[in-house]
């Protein structure tokens, strides 16, 4: 019996060694993977660090994961930068076809019906990726903007705060949430 605790001491001796680098190295590497979290990042304050941090998120959005599908987005928001609205359609209406899971290629062509004044179908591509990556800021503060313009207030207002708590230095999500809460007073111009 003496050998046989013998081995059970050794045994749990062994699993608390074992136990406590498991322990030790989690505790320091927990607070450098908060650090890597550019979602986490995008909260700072202060300094250029959340800049950095929006670049980082908004080029991996970018990457499909397919060199075909990155060229549609390419294409379709070159396309848009030149006012080519039907081109733009074009191109990233092939992209959401060949990559339905891919959430830039719904926001991307958001934008393109948006400017095309196809609200209803704007609309219905921001859903869908928000449906994909709900933290898509550039969605909700898109989705914002077009709830101000059709009327629905205090649905831009969510849409902009969301937006925000998620990426607090979007500059026309800070404006548009002050532009709605002037108008709930009464002192819009």
Known sequence: MNARFQVFHTAVTELRRWMM??????????????????????????????????????????????????????????????????????????????????????????????????????FADLARALELEPRQFQALTQMGAMLEETGQDDRALAAYCQSLTIHPHQQEAIDGVARLERKALGTDI
């Open 21 to 122: 680098t498991i322990f030790i190295v989690l505790a320091t590497a927990l607070p450098v993977m908060a650090q890597d979290d550019p979602f986490l990042r995008l909260a700072e304050p202060q300094g250029e660090g959340w800049r950095i941090a929006e670049s980082d998120i908004l080029r991996e959005w970018s990457r499909s994961g397919s060199p075909a599908m990155d060229l549609l987005l390419k294409r379709g928001s070159e396309a848009l930068d030149m006012g080519d609205i039907p081109t733009a359609i074009g191109h990233l209406t092939a992209l959401t076809d060949h990559a339905p899971d891919f959430a830039a290629g719904f926001q991307a062509r958001a934008d393109a019906f948006y400017m095309a004044g196809e609200f209803g179908p704007a």
